[in-house]
């Protein structure tokens, strides 16, 4: 357009809005007008650079970039803009997760399993009815091996779950009714050289396996017997013998029993006196230099139940006890209860004690094959 065209119209429009028709509005007026009028009729071009002009302002403005950089790289720093670190994250909330067990690798020694202690048992061993004809009961037991005949369920059970040694007391065994008359042979073997004790641990083992006994120990309250002194005294005759009482542990048979004791040579026997037309006269036990409890044993084996020593007598003894029958027999001599405050001054009372008790739940008649 040309430039005085472009003034000539501006001016065409002021004439009109020269003053502003409302006071409120702001009219076109002042000197700015004619200094724009002046500008525009003055025309200054601008110029255009030529190509060695372009060439000339790219090369100052390498330059100008250029020292700087060399300056910098000359001084060995690199200029960098200032570091602002960034506000800290929050911690992650942690929440529970299942984690894989991490598998790693390493050397470890083998493992060696630890065998449990083998349990005592006869090498070979038969275990059948006895013939119905056959008469009397015997047990043998040496070097491991076990010889039975004739022997009840329960007799054979007495004897291998004694507690202390000899034989659990009657009247702590609690079992069916048929355990008294059913009766077996055993003839077992064992190594010879079966550490003493063991044995009945075998006969334990078998009786379990062969009968499948299911059973447990209580301790219940039962009727017991406590051996004192009578008023005037007991009539024992003390020992001067200086060795301790060291005797073997309750037999609970109440005949053909010998009790030692250790240092002294002292000994307690006991058996059944008849005559020569096998007419009873009464049981015999004796002792010679031993303490009070060989006499409780036997009396706990004869009684069927625990026997509790409240004489207070810890010396060794001599004494005798003959011609007497125990409570369950029929025959007219003295029971034990007279013979034991008119032969030794001892008395026997019944009490009331815990008594720890065998039970027997379930045992099979017939026994497995051998």
Known sequence: MNPQDYAEGIIRVCESFLSAPV???????????????????????????????????????????????????????????PFTPLPAARPPIERPRTVAPRVIAQTVAP????????????????????????RGMSVNSRNGSLTARGATLRFLIRLA???????????????????????????????????????????????????RIQ???????????????????????????????????????????MIRGEGGGGFAAGTADVTGDNVPRGMTFSGQSVGLTSLINYLSGGLGRPVIDKT??????????????????????????????EQLGLRLEASRGLVEMLVIEKADRVPIEN
């Open 312 to 341: 207070g007598i810890s010396q060794r003894v001599k004494y005798t006890l003959k011609g007497f029958q125990w409570p369950n027999s029929s025959s007219d001599l003295p029971s034990i209860f007279t013979v034991m405050q």
């Open 111 to 134: 493992v060696v399993p630890v065998s449990k202690p083998r349990e005592p048992q006869f090498e070979v061993a038969s275990v059948r009815p006895s013939d119905p004809d056959a």
């Open 23 to 81: 006071e409120c509005v702001a009219g076109v007026t002042g000197s700015n007008l004619t200094r724009r009028m002046e500008s525009i009729l003055s025309y200054r071009a601008v110029l255009e650079l030529g190509v060695a002009s372009k060439i000339m302002l790219g090369l100052l403005t390498a330059v100008a970039l250029a020292v700087p950089l060399l300056a910098g790289i000359g001084r060995g720093v690199i200029p960098l803009l």
């Open 215 to 257: 059973m447990k120990w209580e301790n219940t309250e039962r009727t017991v017997y406590e051996v004192h002194q009578l008023p005037t005294g007991h009539k024992l005759q003390i020992v001067d013998d200086p060795a301790p009482v060291t005797e073997r542990p309750p037999s609970g048979l109440p005949t053909g029993t």
């Open 161 to 211: 779950f004694a507690r202390q040694g000899g034989m659990l007391l009657d009247g702590q065994l609690t079992a069916p009714s048929w355990l008294d008359e059913a009766r077996y042979d055993i003839n077992a073997k064992g190594p010879e050289d079966t550490a003493s004790g063991e044995e009945k641990r075998m006969l334990q083992n078998l009786l379990l396996e062969r009968f």
